[in-house]
């Protein structure tokens, strides 16, 4: 499976995008802002993955009420799946715990589902699947 993304919970999104233009010459493939889930998101290209950075746009969303818990950082891990559906029933088959399994879509515009960090070390994993049809 292919990394997609590494998403970095942050309060400042264009500081720190500046910080990772800066030391290691990723530059921003787009800005946009996913209003269901409060966010404002920043992607920087990284070889063929990306880093996404996401600020939430008010405390009371999914990542205002982590950055209240934790501190800056690692959000979530994201791969690319080419039948996600079939991942989806091959995971729940193996009683993986997935916070979603009907797909929602994501920053990219591309269904995707998490599994909860109980199952994957206590790292979120964010699968996504391609355009469905
Ligand atoms: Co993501």
């Known amino acids: 499976m292919d990394l997609d993304h590494v998403n970095i919970a942050t309060p400042d999104a264009e500081a720190l995008a500046a910080v990772f233009g800066d030391l290691f010459g990723l530059p921003v493939t787009k800005r946009t802002e996913v209003a269901d889930q409060g966010v404002k998101v920043i992607k920087l290209a990284a070889g063929d993955a990306f880093i ?27 791969f690319r799946v080419d039948d996600l559906r079939a991942k989806v029933a091959e995971l729940v088959e193996k009683g993986v715990a997935l916070i979603n399994t009907e797909p929602t879509i994501g920053a990219a515009g591309l269904p995707i589902v998490f599994i909860h960090p109980k199952s994957c070390g206590g790292v979120l994993v964010e699968l996504q699947g391609k355009a469905e049809s």
């Open 52 to 78: 996404e950075l996401t600020e939430p746009t008010g405390a009371d969303t999914p990542v205002g009420r982590f950055l209240a818990k934790n501190r800056p950082g690692l959000h979530h891990i994201c």
